[in-house]
Nanobody, 123 residues
């Protein structure tokens, strides 16, 4: 049974930084493609950043140059370093996993999800 638990969310002012973590269990972590997604009130869930098993990454245009995704296969943990945060980044952030080998930012491509961690950025 795949389990994903996010942590690290919080409230920061614009220009600040946060690091999100996603602890995974219940499957062979290193074989899965992982991703960060977010959903703001009244908006659809959207892909933020994804990382393949071999370390290849993809980012949404809105976060390129500000966010960095990484994974530690020895710790079964994925991270999202967020810098220069903007009020538009305010959302519930989810981590997700798939056994498929693809770099997709589409939420529908990921069958396994965590419960989310809230990120609030004030101006």
């Amino acid at each position: 049974q795949v389990q994903l638990v996010e942590s690290g969310g919080g409230s920061v002012q614009a220009g600040g930084s946060l690091r999100l973590s996603c602890a995974a269990s219940g499957y062979t972590y290193r074989r899965y493609c992982m991703g960060w997604f977010r959903q703001a009130p009244g908006k659809e869930r959207e892909g933020v950043a994804v990382i393949e098993r071999n370390g290849s990454t993809a980012y949404a245009d809105s976060v390129k140059g500000r966010f960095t995704i990484s994974r530690d296969n020895a710790k079964n943990t994925m991270y999202l370093q967020m810098s220069n945060l903007e009020p538009e980044d305010t959302a519930l952030y989810y981590c997700a996993a798939t056994s498929r080998a693809w770099l997709s930012l589409r939420p529908a491509a990921y069958p396994y999800w965590g419960q989310g961690t809230q990120v609030t950025v004030s101006s």
